[in-house]
């Protein structure tokens, strides 16, 4: 289960609320850097070499597992602020969801509803989409299994 209050307590309607009522990205910025302080640090011993997301331009760890509903669970880690924040934003689209809800999700219309991927550089925008990707890729290869009780593999 989620050691955090994204997907459940905070999703992603409310932080697209919250940022709606901020007036310009540097308070949004601070908004989304003060969402990221929420995620739970991932021990450093869980940072293994095959939980790296790449295509991130900071270093980005994702695990998965599932629990006894078939509802994925992730930790997701970084060693930046801004990318703690945008994983944030990331655990409150998906976090508890099933693989299907995952597929299905649009991202796209979320992220233009945080008007976010405009106002990240390309690196930082391409490193969110790859941990999006992760998580899709998690998504299909347990897609199959939705009555199956059982982990996750993170892919890569």
Known sequence: MA???????VTD????????F???WEDRYRYIIDLGRQ?????????????IVRGCQSQVWLD???DAENRLHFRIDSDAHIVRGLIAL???AFEGKRSDEVLAYDIDAYFGGLDLLSHLSPTRGNGLRAMVNRIRDIARSTQGEDSVRGRASPGH
Not at 13 to 20: E, M, P, R, T, V
């Open 3 to 9: 050691e955090h209050p994204f997907g459940t307590e």
């Open 13 to 20: 309607a409310d932080i697209i609320d919250a940022l709606g």
């Open 22 to 24: 901020l007036d310009g």
């Open 39 to 51: 995620v739970p640090p991932m021990p450093d011993g869980d940072k293994r070499e095959e939980l």
């Open 64 to 66: 998965a597992s599932r």
């Open 90 to 92: 990331v655990l409150a």
